[in-house]
């Protein structure tokens, strides 16, 4: 009787165990999907905010973001710095004195190779620079010469797995004009033959600045045949000369070098040539530092002069912004000129001033490009942001990328 009882009671036990238990398994499946749904709606909402601020630009940006690499130092090809362009640009001695292109080491080849590879995993399109002016000059002046370097740019492209090439002759005279643009027709010419895509890309001068002038290029005839220009408004003021201020500032230039300004270059090429959308300013990724600086010139605190030593101005340009760093430069203490829209560290001890972009200077860039409809952003150059030191993982590209440009010229036109 009571094996019976109890057995009796095991089973009621047993019933009332398995009803909680499958009471709680009732309540805990919607539960369960309950937090499924938000895990993915959270993880949906970071790729949303990850998409937005650091979009694959590659994918969605709307204007160009090109990187220029050096052949020189030793600075890794990083990821994040990829997944932010559109375009990658490798710098070398290319041109030889016989009017061919070709890397003039088995180094450089290497360094090409790695960076076209990974580049072409985010979908960049990759692109050479032809650049200097020792040998331009000659080559350009005759067909046959022309010719020979056109069919080696073409064979140059297909054999290495190319995607375009950028001209960046500094910087032809006003005799070379004629014979520059005719390259320039030949060359798109026999790319258009190879019945691939291929980017042609021309690299020109800033205006107002003695020297620099754009007189070597014939700029309505050359806007025809190429995809892009990228234009060089930088090197306003730089370690060579005694009158400080920002490599590139966007606005307000001072006597006598009132239009050394991004804008005025800029103004100069849009009106000129109307299709702005295929005009790229420069970011320049050096840092300039000068030593026995004086106090500042009227009414600014970026323009300043260098005392000279035996003649000489004491100053020096870093391409690598580690090596700067280590020289005691400390780019979280820069000052902000509004007027220049530029960075600058002045150190009063020390009587040094240092010039170089920083993230609010490189968005007012990237917001200037959006308001004046032009067709994108040059980095000259993306290795110079090195190591640990990454500037460039703080822009935020979003509202730059979302915008389309059309060829409305938004300056004042004369």
Sequence with gaps: MAVLIATATDCLLEKNSRNRISKRSTLATPLAVLLIILAVLAIGFLIFLL??????HNRDCKKRVIGYYEDTGSAEIRDNHLEKLTHVVFSHQFLSAEGTIEFRSDRAKLKFEKLRNKAKRFGLKVMISIGGGQHFGSIMATECGRSKLTDSIVSFLEKNQADGVDLFWKWPTASDKSSYSIFVKELRLKLLEM???YNLSVTS????????WPDGFDLEEMIKHVDFMNIFSMDFYGPWGWLIGPAAPLYHGIAPRENFTV???MNYYACKLKETSKLNIVIPMDARIWENVKTALPRSEVFRKAKLIDGVVQATLFKSRRLATETGINFDAAAWDEKTKSSYIFDEKFKTFSSFENKKSIEAKLNYVNEKNLGGVWIRSVNMDDDTFSMLNDVNFRDYCSAKSF????YLCA
Excluded: Q
Excluded at 51 to 56: I, L, R
Excluded at 407 to 410: G, K, Y
């Design 195 to 197: 019945n691939k895509e």
């Design 407 to 410: 060829d409305t010229v938004n």
């Design 263 to 265: 804008d005025y270059t």
């Design 205 to 212: 001068a800033p205006a107002g600045i003695p020297g620099y």
């Design 51 to 56: 998409h937005f601020n650091n979009p694959a």
